[in-house]
């Protein structure tokens, strides 16, 4: 077959999109080819014309074409007008035509007598002209691209990009609110705005559109109240917790305001179901799991087609004609009124009595109908709306349940409200939810009926008519996905009452009263639970839109009425429409099931069925087994394209038989013709139903078809290659496939799950796993639907590789399956299929001929477990025919082709797939049956779905090394875990315990034979170690292959995804002994209960982890060997105060080891040193309540957990601070304090008090020195010393401040002679702590990390090793931190890690590397030299700042900083072991390079033939130390020197009031050395004009120098550059640099001098003074009595005696000078 599919194809050689033509269906019609010169992509047909579409985007027409003025008789002519376009879509109506072209422009031709063409002043257009579509609701207007279009008899339609529709022409099937036409300029349909409209169709007067219906994203709209158009209210129906509106059926008409009658008569304009509804599966999602009923609804139509058919007719047969619509013209208005009652006579009741009698019936069968649900979901809160208080009708609206949202249809009846209400059952609920089936209160019914009669009065005067609006369905169906009877589209469970039938089940479901109790299920992922890929698959969620005229029912409302707006053909609603067609009177809806359905004029059989009324959809009928893939509907006749036995399409032809002879009668107008059609019928000229042409399969591949007028026109191609047909055999192969699982779904899953009695049977998980089962299933066959839509889409259009999204989103088709198979085999392994069969025989009999039809199995009675199991598997083989129909179409091309390469790898990867599954599909059958086997109570617990059987030592293949006599142990490995289970022979129940070992926590390894003799393996768990035998080498191997693989597996997450592993077979994989993996441990002990995830190492936690207490401690961080180790966070509840505790820092061994932060849950904060646990070392806390500041801190030295050594506290509250010695938290030994009064003590403290000898100082300088007994009290012998120096000694007692005891002699120093005196006054610091000893834990840190015992105890190889470690360490913990990563930058870091040269001779050159190292060392907390620093300067500002801010404390302060340097230097020395020592020489080398010059270095004097560099600590580090410490160190100065600096000051701000001339010679500065004339530099524009002197080396390029004369009144020139520089000495920091400040000045002076003097110059000390004396006035330094005490305390002593030790000292002369100056 195959080869001669092939052959025959091959001989036509090769051509696409060929055109054949025919009118009618008679044997003797033979198509006619029409030659063109391209392939054809498109064809629209009129009533006597045709357009075509070529390749290249050229547009031909052919037939009568009355508006052309020169018609050429004969073949197709070409569109001219369009050649400079690219057409992509061509259409034409009954006298027009249209195209669209590339960038979305119209163009429209033809007849244009109502508009149709859009174009205004012409009745006809010969050529294709432009036509826009302007948006004037966009500002500015713009013009909208359009996609497709339609055209009608008097109507064209356009889709735009936007997807939404634009209208012209004339007639109400425009769907335009105006009153007059035509309408010639495009106008959007409003009332589908806002909706994604997926195709337009036009019919001679009728309009269809196919929408897609609206996502989750849709439905958070706010409920409309109103609307839009005529502003009417909506009315709406709630409850306690939806709003749900009733009135999508509103109308509002166009132009014109109702009149009373027409009031009377508006109704709703649909509501009319099918059948009792035709449900699809809806989502697992959505299914209900409450065992109430509800309705129970027919299956799908296909399976039990006949009764559906009776029940729609005898519905539509009541409907047919009872909704009359306020928007139709007035005849069908009062037509319509004056028959509604003689409709319902005509109906099958004829009369009201019937009815009633019928209705009782009912309810004696309301216990058998409750059983079924039939009622149990109907809420009659119908809101009866009577026209007018004399209507002759009562109005009835029976409305469902708001809580299903049910699309309700209501109409007139003749049967009033209280009648109704008495035949309601009593079991309805109020609120719309089932009320279970048993016990319902009688009164409910009661309740209802006054509810609505209240409604009924209140609401009366009103007209309205119900329906539904979108939005709140979803939203309920959101809210109660647990109700049952979620069906239909997942949304309406309820049938529909309406009319005299208003509480009539269908006959069906009386009969199946008597089945078992039945569940309603929903089970397609429908509305906003389907998952589709965005854009990628089409949907198959639609609506199907119409409007216009309809008086054949082609609107398939149910009637016969004109619809001005677009209205939703609710029947239509869950059939998963993918594409609509419109012939003149009659409407086509395409299924995704290959499935048509038709309505409107039927008078020649083109509906393809004889149903009658047919102004609903109805199924055409076709044999089984066709499948239509292709629609089109002419005149009165239909074309359907469908998939036969074989692979090529085959056509059917349904509707009217053409005769030659007829054709010159047709040339009467369309619309007069009726007299004709009813000879014809009579005649007997059309098909009541389909027939195939017999032609059809010498066309070839036929890709389209198209009819129009009477014409029928087929597209098709040559099968060149094979290409084409393997295209049509692989969507052809997915819509079998799709109705296949359509079938099962709605068949075998939906029944099973419907049964009331299921879940009790196979048990509540098993239930569970069914529902999964069916929802993915249902996922499964909604994407097949999605995928044969778009394969079926590329035939019609494009037939290339390029649009197969198999290709492209492989993914989604390759996970879909794979989650389905993984569903199914847990299902399997947990026993479900099994345990189905029961009720599976329950239900489908004992010889279960539909099972076995639909699996497919050709056993001879065959088991109904096989048949289930077959039947669920049956999808997974359909992988295997994608690879396969894949590879077809790859050898369609060249191998070295893209699309071969494509189509290979897709098959490649399917056949992958296939072969996975299958083999995880005996994974769970093996695993099935060895549970079947398994014996004792172990099942249940170890029994888990996902768990699959790798192999079992049942055979005592393995046994427990040191098992005892009497013991059995089994071994079985699953693909998760090791299960050893023990137990003792003799026992009943052989295995009493069981242990089960996590795989991704097993670690196996094979111990060497020859140590042992035996076959040995060795387990290790994160608790237990053991070791297991093997019984032969071959056993020993297998299990530790088998166990390897599965570990390795488990590890990577393939659970049973990957290949399965079987014994003995694959690659000897050796899983890593480094793993991440999630453990809970079990056994006694620190880690009982805790969970740890994380890193892992030969059976203990190694790495980077998180470790879970259940009592609420979490420790996250680094383990080594099982423990805490490394850098880690730890939080620990405090139950007391509830909330945490929170530690962050370094561990060792599991316990806080290393510096570390912990905030205690009282809020106190810890950060500083740890070990073993304990607080230990430096560190500093703070205490206080949270969110205040805190009211202490104390930093210092601890020891085990308590302040033990040097310490500073600052109790914030009393304001005081301590500084001095600790012991067992209470302060102890010498110290100091301070208070925010200015109080100063110094001296011994013992338990925590002042007690012993002491110090205290007042700030008026009132002195006390002697015994202490408590804080500031008094006791014993002592001295007080006021302020003038007079002073007591004695006895004291009592507190300071408060009054004094004292017993002793009262001294007026001055009385006696000056010896005496010296011996009161007070020496400060001899009763402090010495500042060697301060902050000594600070150094010891430093040390050990350097690695040295104590301090210089080490060696300096390991010292540096350490620091590198130190710093890599560090820098990759502060990767999770970048907070540390700012402040030391990564480029410091990088230059860091490269070790200095740090042995061999020192010289100039390295001391500068040293230098530069040392600067950026210390500007890294990372490197332990950094970490020092920063340490120190916290400490130092802890001690000196705020309360510690006390002149008195001044000396302490500068020690401590010499401290620091020496200790600091001993450090640098250890690392650099060739540093001179302190005072030690390096000499400079003898070219002096001016960059090479130190701040602080010596200049030697210029005799001497070597210059060296002295090596000193200052010189060394104060640059790095002092610029940290300068602000609270320069404040001790400046409060020490406040007397002296204010003196100096007042004196500096009066000399300053003089002329520069006149305070030169008031300081004495000699004639000669007055400027006369100054050089003054002229900035560029913009800059601040400064004043300078001296050579104009000083000025700028851009600048230029002016000589100025100096006259008397001159203030701030002379000198100016000298004082600029000395003001600089502010700015600097270190003593060097200050010292180089002052040098810089007199260089400055000397300068300036030179210039004036014109010749070299040496200064003598009374020359150089004053002038001095006159730049530090000018210069105006604020502090310099501070400054200057600063340089003399901390410069280099190496530096005292040299030039800058003689400039300072000037300086320093100048400062006592200003302050002793007298002006007279």
Known sequence: MESQRKSSGDDDGGERGLLHTWKGYSCSVTPERMLLPRPVLQVALGIRHGVLLVEGGQVYSFG????????????????????????????????????????????????????????????????????????SDTVPPQTVPVLELACGEQHTLALSVKREVWAWGSGCQLGLNVATFPVWKPQKVEHLAGRYVLQVACGALHSLALVRCLGSQDVQRPPVDKCRHCNQLLYTMTDKEDHVIISDGHYCPPGAELTKDERKLEAPAHGLKTSPSEPVLSSHTSTSHSDSPAPQTSADPSSDSAPVQDLEKEETALANGVLPCSDSDPTAQSEGGSGAVSVVKSSLYPDEQAVKDYLKKLTDNTQTEAKTGGLHSLLPSAVGLASSPSATLNTLVASCASAVGERVASTYEALSLKKMMNYLPSGVSRSGAPTGLTGTAPGVGDNTTERVRQEDSMQGKKSSSTGDIREEEAESMRRRLSLPGLLSQGRYAVHLLSSSYALLLSPRLLRKAVRPRMRAVALTPLGAAVPEAPEVLPTLQTEVWSWGHGEHGQLGHGDNLARLKPLCIKSLNSKEVVRVAAGAGHSLALTAQSQVFSWGSNSSGQLGHMESPSTIPRLAKLSEGIRVWDVSAGSKHTLLLADGDCIQPIIYYSGQQAK??????????????????????????????????????????????????????????????????????????????????????????????????LSSTLGQVTFGFLQILAGQFSLLCHMTGQHAASLTANLRRGRDVKSLLILDHAGIFLDSYNEYCSTLGNFQVMGGIQALTKPSLDFFGKSPELLQRLSECSEENPAVADLLSALFYLPINHIHEYGRLLLKLATCFEVCSDEYQRLQDSCSKFEALSLQLKRRRKDAEYTFHFWKSFPGKMTDSLRKPHRRLICESSNKALTLQNAGRFSVNWFILFNDALVHAQGVAPCKNLFSTHHVFPLATLWVEPIPEENTGTYGLKMITPEETFTLLASSPMEKAKWLRSINQTVDQALSGATHDKTSVSPGSGPKLEPPISRTASYTFYKDGRLKEATYEGRWLAGKPNGRGVLKWPDGRIYTGEFKNGLEDGFGEFTAPNKALNKNDHYQGHWKDGKMHGLGTYRYASGEVYDGSFQDGMRHGHGMLRSGKLNTSSPSVFIGQWVQDKKTGYGVFDDITKGEKYMGMWQDHLRQGTGVVVTQFGLYYEGTFKDNKMMGTGILLSEDDTTYEGEFSDDWTLNGKGVLTMANSDYLEGSFGGEWGSSLKVTGSYFKPHLFDADKEKTHVVKLGRLCVCSEDKWQAVFVECWSQLGCETSGQGENWKAWENIAVALTTNRWQIQDRPEILSRSHSRTLESLEVIPQHVGPITMDRYHIIRLYLIKACDTPLHPLGRLVETLVAVYRMTYVGVGANRRLLPQAVNEIKSYLNRIFQIVRFLFPDLPEEGGQIPEPTTNLPDQKEPGSTDAPPQSPKPVRVVSCSALLLPVLLPRLYPPLFTLYALDKEKEDGVYWDCVLRLNKQADLALLAFLGVQQKFWPVTISVCMPALGEKQQVRFGCSSYSTPS???????????????????????????STTFTPSDKLQVIQLTFEEITQEVQSLLKQDFLWSMDDLFPVFLYVVLRARIRNLGSEVSLIEDLMDPSVQHGEHGIMFTTLKACYYQIQHEKIT
């Not at 600048?1599 to 000495?1625: G, H, R």
Request: net charge negative; proline share 6%.
């Open 64 to 135: 009568e074409l009355p508006w052309k003025q020169s018609q050429v008789p004969g073949g197709p002519t070409q569109e001219c007008a369009l050649s400079g376009q690219r057409v992509v879509a061509v259409a034409a109506g009954s006298f027009h035509s249209g195209a669209v072209t590339e960038d979305g422009g119209v163009h429209m031709w033809g007849d244009n007598g109502a508009g149709q063409c859009g174009l205004s002043g012409l009745s006809a257009v010969p050529n294709p002209t432009p036509v826009a579509l302007v948006d």
């Open 660 to 757: 030659e002879t007829e054709e010159e009668s047709e040339a009467k107008e369309p619309g007069h013709q009726e007299e004709g059609e009813e000879k014809q019928e009579r005649a007997g000229g059309y098909t009541p139903q389909p027939v195939l042409l017999p032609f059809c399969m010498h066309l070839g591949y036929v890709s389209s078809v198209f009819a129009g007028g009477k014409r029928c026109v087929a597209l098709s191609d040559r099968n060149v290659m094979g290409f084409i047909a393997s295209l049509h055999e692989l969507a052809a192969a997915e819509r079998k496939f799709y109705c296949k699982l359509c079938n099962i779904k709605t068949q075998i899953i939906r029944p099973l799950l419907e049964l009331e009695s």
């Open 1599 to 1625: 600048t230029s120098t002016t000589k100025i004369q100096v006259l008397s009144s001159t203030k701030d020139a002379c000198f100016a550059s000298a004082v600029e520089t000395l003001q600089q000495i």
